[in-house]
């Protein structure tokens, strides 16, 4: 069935880095973009980045930018996420989901469960 | 960037009942609005996309409506496994989406 499972979590002190993976199966990956998406303790959920489907363009929130990069090995079927000199506030599960292929409605339209990254000293 | 409010932050409602979620956008988004269940330990699970367009598996009780800014979810007849945390997300400023700070459904 059509699924993202993400990896690389962990514990991580502040100021280190951390890479996230998002293995996809069950769909023709190449043709998707994907994005990923964080949520805090007991908090909502927050837009952090996207590649595009042949990651020729990628977009950061503001909050991110210049500290994590996205990329994608299609194929390996995979995406990544390169978190540089974390803070402890991006304490959060990070998921990665699925644009859908539908140019004129782009939400997100598989999610994964997500990966725990934990910063703290 | 565009703000989404949504409210109230807690419903409780007994199963049977009829639940209603708002959701209001600080500027337009057209229709280009999607709703997403969350349990705990779960990833988000796609309800509703072009503001009233129920996804695949996307139970009949469940219908969006709303444009602009002004959004409602509406739960016809709760059942047990709806239960949840639901979020509303813009994505007419793509690539920046927004989600809303979340409504949680208990039962009352």
């Not at chain 1, 996809?24 to 927050?46: C, D, M």
């Not at chain 1, 995406?79 to 292929?101: I, K, P």
């Not at chain 2, 009949?60 to 496994?81: D, V």
């Not at chain 2, 949840?84 to 208990?106: D, H, I, M, R, S």
Request: with cysteine.
């Amino acid at each position: 069935q059509v699924q993202l499972v993400e990896s690389g979590g962990g514990v991580v002190q502040p100021g280190r880095s951390l890479r996230l993976s998002c293995a996809a199966s069950g769909f023709t990956f190449r043709n998707y973009a994907i994005h990923w998406v964080r949520q805090a303790p007991g908090k909502g959920l927050e837009w952090v980045a996207v590649i595009y489907y042949d990651g020729s363009n990628k977009y950061y929130a503001d909050s991110v930018k210049g500290r994590f990069t996205i990329s994608r090995d299609n194929s390996k079927d995979t995406a990544y996420l390169q978190m540089n000199s974390l803070r402890g506030d991006e304490t959060a599960v990070y998921h990665c989901a699925r644009e859908s292929g539908n140019p004129s409605s782009p939400h997100m339209d598989v999610w994964g469960r997500g990966t725990t990254v934990t910063v703290s000293s | 960037e565009i703000v989404m409010t949504q409210s109230p932050a807690i419903l409780s409602v007994s199963p049977g009942e009829r639940a209603t979620l708002s959701c209001r956008a600080s500027q337009s988004v057209s229709n280009n609005l999607a709703w997403y269940q969350q349990k705990p330990g779960q990833a988000p699970r796609r309800l509703i996309y072009g503001a009233s367009t129920r996804a695949t598996g996307t139970p009949a009780r469940f219908s969006g409506s709303g444009s602009g800014t002004e959004f409602t979810l509406t739960i016809s007849s709760l059942q047990s496994e709806d239960f949840a945390v639901y979020y509303c997300q813009q994505y007419n400023n793509w690539p920046v989406y927004t989600f809303g700070q979340g409504t949680k459904l208990e039962i009352k």
